[in-house]
C-alpha cells in the first residue's frame, strides 16, 4: 500500500532523476563530457580486445617449444607495440581529457558568472534539507523554489554529518561539510520539477534524504518570493484555529517553526508556508491530507529512524491540526 | 624443464626444518609454508563472510522497499562487507600468496623473520575475530571509510566504531610485519646469482607492494589513533565545532586509502604476468618496462589520494592536479596490458584455468581501468562520485586485479600449496560461471548510476527507473556465489586427486624446482641462478663459481641443528654470508594476544585491563627479544 504512494510520489510530483536527461546548462556539459569519453572508451577497448584476440588466436608458425628462448632478440618489435600502445596511445587520450576536464571544470564553476546570483541556503540535517532566502529573508525545507533560465548559487553546509547535495537533472554534486561552506552554480533551462538526493552517506535514513527542485519562470518565482516574505494569516475556520492550538500544545512547535507562531528552530524543517509544498518526509510521500494524518501519528512507520517521534492524537485532533497545516499557504 | 628433477631432501635437513607435531609446535609454527597457507584459509573464510553480507545486501535491494534487512542492519551489512574484504580479505590474502611462495620464487628457505611471520598471522586472526566480535555487542555503521563525524563520539556514540577503529589499527600491525618481511627478503635472501633483473615479476610486484604498506598504513594507525581519542577521551581532532576538522579524517584514511587500492593491485598482475608467461610457454615480454612501471605506480599511488575528494569543495586548481596525475595511471596500465598482449602474441597458448582466469582477469580490470580514467577527469566526478557508477567503477578494478588473478594463482600454485591439482573441469566452470555473474551484477551498476542511484542506499522508491538494473545485480550475485562455492567444492575434492608432479605447468620459476608439496626445507640444495626463467634456460641449477657451490653444498648437511639460508647482495645476488634463522616459539602468539587484551580493555573502557595487556605485551616482548638457542637441542648428534 505504502508502495504505490510512493510510486506516485516519483511519478507525479518530480521528473526521474537522470544524468542523462539534463536539463541545465552543468548538466548538459556533464553530459557530453561523458558522451565523449564514453566514445573514446569503446574505441579503446574494443582495439585492445581485437588485438588481444588476435594474440589468442593468430596463426602459429612455431612449433609448441621452439620460441622460449628467443626473447631478447624478439624484444625489437614489442618495443614499438609497447610505446604505440602502453605510452603514446594513452599518452594522446589523457592529454586530450587533461584539456577538456580543465575547460569544463572552470565552465562549470564559473556557471554563468553573474555579477549579482540569487543566493540559495542549504543546509543539510538528518535528513532533510533546510533552504533560506538569506536576501529575501525567507526560510522554507526540503522544497527549493529557483527561477528558470539563471544561474542559482548555492552555499551548502551541514549542521550534523556530512551530506551531499546533488540535482542529477541540473549538474554535478557539492559535499556539506560542518564547518564549510561550498557553493555551487546551477541553472535549471526550463521550467519544471526536479529531484535532488544526499548522495553522502549520512545515517539509517540516507536512502530517503531526497528533495525536489521547483523551477519556474522568473517573473513566478518572485512574486513566490515575495508572498513568502510575510507570516502566513492567522486561520478563521474553527477546526483550523483548534489545529493551531493543538500544534503549540501537541508539541509541534518544539521542533517546527511556522513563522509568527513559533520560534526560529531547526529540529525540524519550518513548516511556515508547509501547505504550499509537494511532499512530506524529504521527498518521499505526496503532501496529501491521509499521507499527512499517517506521518504525524507515526512518521517512524513510513521513514523508520527520521528524528520526528510519533504524535499521539485521535482522530479529531489529527484532522484539526491538518486543517491548520492546510492554511499555511 | 630441464632442471626439474624432484629432490628427495635428506632427513636430517627436513628435521631441523619440521615443526613438532605437538599442540606447541602448531601454536609456535614458523615456517613460512604453514603461515602462508593459514592466512589463505583464514582469508578463504573472512572471503566467503564477506561474500554473504553481499548477498544480504543485494537482495536487499532486488526490489524497492523489500525489508529483508532494516535500514539498521543494511548499514551494518554494506559496513561490514567493505570491512570484511578490504582489510580482512584481500590484503591478507595476497600477504599469504606472497608468504607462501615468494620464499620459494626466489630460492630459499624461510622468509627472513619467520616469529614475525608468525605474529603477523596471530594478529590477522586475532584482529579478524575482534572486528567479528563486533556482532556479539555492536556493529559498526559506518562504512570501510568511516567518514567523520558520522564515526566520532557525537554521531556514533556506541561501541561499534571503537570496533571498528581498534581493530582495522590491530589488523594494519600485520599488514605491516608483512611489508617489512617481503622487502628484506626479495632484497637480501634471493638466490645467489639472482640479479635484482632477474627477479620474478611476482616478486618486483611484492617488493613494490611491500613499500607501499610501510609508507602507506601508518597513516590510518595514527588517523585511527587521533579518532579512538577523540571518541574515549574527548579531544575534538575532528570536531569542527570547535575548530577540529572533519575533512583531516579524509586526507588521512584516503592518504592509505589510495595506495591501498595499489598494494590489492600489483600483487594481483604481478601474479598474471608469471600465468601468462608460463602458459604463453615465453618469457614475459617488456620485463623492464612492466618493472618500471610497477615503481612508478607505486610512487603515484601516493599523489593521487584527493581523487576521491573531488567533491569536498577544494579549490578546482588543487584537484586539476590530482585528477591529471590519476590520468596518468592510464599510461601505467596500458603499458602493462600490451606487456601481456605482446606476450600472448609471441607465445603458444596453453588453455588451463589460471590462464582463463588471468584472461578474464586482464579484461575485467580493462573495463574498470577506462571507467577508472573517466572517473579522473574532475567534473565527471561530480556527476559521478557516490553513485552506483563508481561501485561498478572499482568492484570491476578489484576484481579484475585482484580477486580474479587471486584465483588464477590458487589455481596455479595449488600443487604447491597441498601437493595436489585442482579439478581443471571444476577450475572451467569456476570461471565461466563467475565471470558471468560478476559482469550480470556490475555492468549494470554504471548505468543506474547515471540515473541517479546513490550508494549505501538500504532501499530506494520506486518508479526512479532503477528496478531492472538493480535485480540484474542481484541476480549476477547469487550466479558469482554458485562460482564461488564451486571452488569451495574444488578445493575440498582435491584431497583425494593424485599427487602432482614438481612441475606440472611446465613453468619457468624456481618454485617448480622442488616437490608437491614442498618439502620443510623447501629445497636440498638451494638453487644458483643465471637467468629469469631458470628452469627453462638452465641446465642445471648446480652450477655456479666453485665458492658459492661449496658453500651451498655445506648448507645440505645441517650439522649445526641450525636453520641456515644465505644472503645475497642486494642488486647482484652475489653470495655474501650464512644466516640462521631463528626457530619456532611460542611468543609471537602470547604477543598477539596480549595486545588483543589490551584492546579489549581500551574498548570497554575498562583501563585496568588495558594496562595489564600492556605490560603483559611488554614482557613477552621481552621474552621474544631474550637471547636464546637457535638450534634444537634434544637432537644432539
Known amino acids: 500500500m505504502l508502495n504505490g504512494r510512493l510510486e506516485r510520489v516519483v511519478a507525479d510530483v518530480a521528473e526521474r532523476p537522470s544524468s542523462l536527461t539534463p536539463q541545465g546548462p552543468a548538466a548538459e ?50 618495443n614499438w607495440l609497447m610505446l604505440g600502445g602502453g605510452v603514446i596511445l594513452p599518452t594522446a587520450v589523457t592529454l586530450l581529457l587533461m584539456v577538456l576536464m580543465v575547460t569544463t571544470g572552470a565552465d562549470l ?26 536576501d529575501a529573508g525567507v526560510r522554507t525545507g526540503n522544497e527549493i523554489q529557483i527561477p528558470a533560465g539563471r544561474p542559482v548559487e548555492f552555499h551548502v553546509t551541514s549542521a550534523d554529518v556530512i551530506h551531499s547535495f546533488w540535482v542529477p537533472q541540473l549538474g554535478g554534486k557539492i559535499d556539506m561539510t560542518p564547518g564549510e561552506v561550498n557553493t555551487l552554480r546551477l541553472q535549471a533551462d526550463e521550467p ?5 538526493l544526499c548522495t553522502e552517506y549520512c545515517g539509517i535514513q540516507h536512502a530517503h534524504m531526497h528533495f525536489i527542485v521547483v523551477a ?114 | 624443464m630441464s632442471a ?64 529483508i534487512l532494516d535500514a539498521q542492519a543494511y548499514n551494518e551489512v554494506f559496513t561490514m562487507h567493505g570491512v570484511t574484504m578490504a582489510f580482512l580479505f584481500i590484503v591478507p590474502v595476497l600477504e599469504g600468496f606472497a608468504i607462501f611462495i615468494l620464499p620459494l620464487m626466489v630460492g630459499t628457505r624461510d622468509l627472513p623473520y619467520p616469529r614475525l611471520t608468525a605474529f603477523g598471522y596471530w594478529v590477522y586472526l586475532m584482529a579478524g575475530v575482534f572486528l567479528f566480535a563486533s556482532f556479539l555487542v555492536e556493529v559498526p555503521d559506518g562504512g570501510w571509510y568511516a567518514y567523520v563525524p558520522f564515526t566520532g563520539p557525537d554521531f556514533s556514540p556506541g561501541f561499534g566504531m571503537d570496533f571498528w577503529l581498534l581493530g582495522v589499527t590491530f589488523l594494519e600491525i600485520s599488514a605491516i610485519a608483512a611489508g617489512i618481511e617481503i622487502i628484506a627478503l626479495l632484497v637480501k635472501n634471493r638466490a645467489p646469482g639472482m640479479t635484482i633483473s632477474r627477479m620474478p615479476l611476482f616478486g618486483w610486484a611484492m617488493l613494490v607492494t611491500g613499500f607501499i604498506i610501510l609508507f602507506a598504513f601508518p597513516t590510518l594507525i595514527v588517523g585511527s589513533i587521533l579518532l579512538e581519542i577523540d571518541r574515549k577521551v574527548g579531544t575534538v581532532f575532528y570536531n569542527p565545532e570547535v575548530g577540529g576538522s572533519a575533512i583531516l579524517w579524509q586526507h588521512m584514511f584516503w592518504w592509505f586509502g589510495h595506495p591501498d587500492v595499489y598494494i590489492w593491485l600489483l600483487p594481483g598482475i604481478g601474479a598474471v604476468s608469471m600465468i601468462i608467461s608460463t602458459f604463453a610457454r615465453t618469457p614475459l615480454v617488456g620485463y623492464t618496462w612492466v618493472v618500471a612501471t610497477t615503481i612508478v605506480i607505486g ?73 577508472g580514467v573517466t572517473l579522473g577527469v574532475v567534473p565527471f566526478n561530480w556527476l559521478a562520485h557516490d553513485t552506483y557508477y563508481v561501485v561498478a567503477h572499482f568492484h570491476y578494478v578489484v576484481i579484475g586485479g585482484t580477486v580474479l588473478p587471486m584465483f588464477a594463482a590458487a589455481y596455479y600454485w595449488w600443487p604447491k600449496l597441498t601437493g595436489r591439482m585442482l579439478d581443471e573441469r571444476l577450475g572451467k566452470w569456476n570461471f565461466w560461471i563467475a565471470i558471468v555473474g560478476l559482469h550480470l551484477t556490475f555492468l549494470p551498476q554504471h548505468i543506474v548510476g547515471f540515473l541517479g542511484m546513490p550508494r549505501r542506499v538500504y532501499t530506494f522508491l520506486p518508479g ?56 620443510n626445507a623447501n629445497f636440498e640444495r638451494l638453487p644458483i641462478v643465471h637467468s629469469r626463467y631458470p628452469l627453462w634456460e638452465q641446465p642445471s641449477l648446480e652450477e655456479g663459481p ?48 596480549m595486545i588483543t587484551l589490551a584492546l579489549v580493555g581500551v574498548l570497554f573502557d575498562a583501563y585496568w585491563l588495558a594496562l595489564a595487556g600492556v605490560v603483559a605485551t611488554v614482557v613477552c616482548a621481552l621474552g621474544w627479544a631474550w637471547p636464546g638457542r637457535d638450534y634444537d637441542p634434544i637432537d644432539e648428534r
Not at chain 1, 308 to 325: F, G, H, K, R, S
Request: aromatic share 12%.
Open chain 1, 192 to 196: 519544471g520539477v526536479y529531484r535532488g
Open chain 1, 216 to 329: 519556474t519562470p522568473p517573473d513566478e518565482f518572485d512574486a513566490w518570493l515575495a508572498e513568502r516574505v510575510d507570516p502566513p494569516e492567522e486561520p478563521t475556520e474553527a477546526l483550523a484555529q483548534e489545529g493551531r492550538e493543538l500544534f503549540e500544545r501537541a508539541q509541534c512547535v518544539y521542533c517546527h517553526t511556522v513563522d509568527g507562531v513559533s520560534p526560529d528552530v531547526d529540529l525540524g524543517p519550518d513548516l511556515t508556508h508547509f501547505a504550499s509544498r509537494r511532499t512530506i518526509g524529504a521527498g518521499m510521500l505526496p503532501n496529501e491530507p491521509d499521507n499527512l494524518a499517517e506521518w504525524i501519528l507515526d512518521p517512524q512507520a513510513i521513514k523508520p529512524g527520521n528524528r520526528m517521534p510519533p504524535t499521539p492524537l485521535t482522530d479529531e485532533e489529527v484532522q484539526a491540526l491538518i486543517a491548520y497545516l492546510e492554511t499555511l499557504e
Open chain 2, 546 to 593: 666453485e665458492d658459492w657451490a661449496r658453500r651451498l653444498d655445506t648448507l645440505t648437511q645441517p650439522g649445526h641443528r641450525m636453520r641456515e639460508v644465505v644472503t645475497t647482495s642486494e642488486i647482484d645476488g652475489d653470495l655474501q654470508t650464512i644466516i640462521t634463522l631463528p626457530q619456532q616459539s611460542q611468543w609471537p602468539w602470547l604477543t598477539s594476544l
Open chain 2, 299 to 371: 610512487v603515484l599511488s601516493f599523489g593521487v589520494w584527493v581523487h576521491h575528494m573531488f567533491t569536498v569543495g577544494l579549490p578546482l586548481l588543487t584537484i586539476s592536479f590530482f585528477g591529471g596525475a590519476s590520468l596518468v595511471f592510464a599510461v601505467a596500465s596500458g603499458i602493462q596490458v600490451f606487456a601481456w598482449i605482446a606476450t600472448l602474441w609471441r607465445g603458444t597458448i596453453v588453455w588451463s584455468t589460471p590462464m582463463l582466469f588471468s584472461i578474464g582477469a586482464v579484461v575485467t580490470f580493462i573495463i574498470g581501468g577506462l571507467s
Open chain 1, 29 to 78: 556539459s556533464l553530459a557530453s563530457l561523458w558522451w565523449v569519453m564514453f566514445w573514446l572508451a569503446m574505441a579503446v577497448f574494443v582495439a585492445v580486445m581485437v588485438l588481444l584476440a588476435l594474440s589468442i588466436v593468430r596463426r602459429r608458425d612455431l612449433p609448441l617449444e621452439a620460441d622460449r628462448f628467443t626473447g631478447e632478440t624478439l624484444a625489437g618489435g614489442s
Open chain 2, 464 to 519: 526512479l527507473g532503477w528496478e531492472p538494473y538493480n535485480l540484474a545485480s542481484t541476480v549476477g550475485v547469487l550466479i558469482s556465489a554458485v562460482g564461488v562455492l564451486l571452488f569451495v567444492f574444488a578445493a575440498i575434492k582435491s584431497r583425494w586427486a593424485p599427487l602432482a608432479p614438481p612441475d606440472p605447468w611446465g613453468a619457468g620459476t624456481l618454485e617448480w624446482s622442488t616437490d608437491s608439496p614442498v618439502p
Open chain 2, 4 to 67: 626439474t628433477q624432484p629432490q628427495a631432501t635428506s632427513t636430517d635437513l627436513e628435521r631441523v626444518w619440521a615443526s613438532p607435531p605437538t599442540l606447541q609446535g602448531w601454536l609456535g609454527m614458523v615456517n613460512h609454508k604453514a603461515i602462508g597457507k593459514r592466512f589463505l584459509a583464514t582469508g578463504l573464510v573472512f572471503f566467503l563472510l564477506g561474500g554473504l553480507f553481499a548477498l544480504l545486501a543485494r537482495l536487499q535491494l532486488a526490489y524497492p522497499q523489500l525489508e
Open chain 1, 109 to 134: 564553476r564559473a556557471l554563468g558568472n553573474p555579477s549579482q546570483p540569487l543566493v540559495v541556503e542549504v543546509t543539510g540535517y538528518k535528513f532533510w534539507w533546510d533552504v533560506r532566502y538569506p
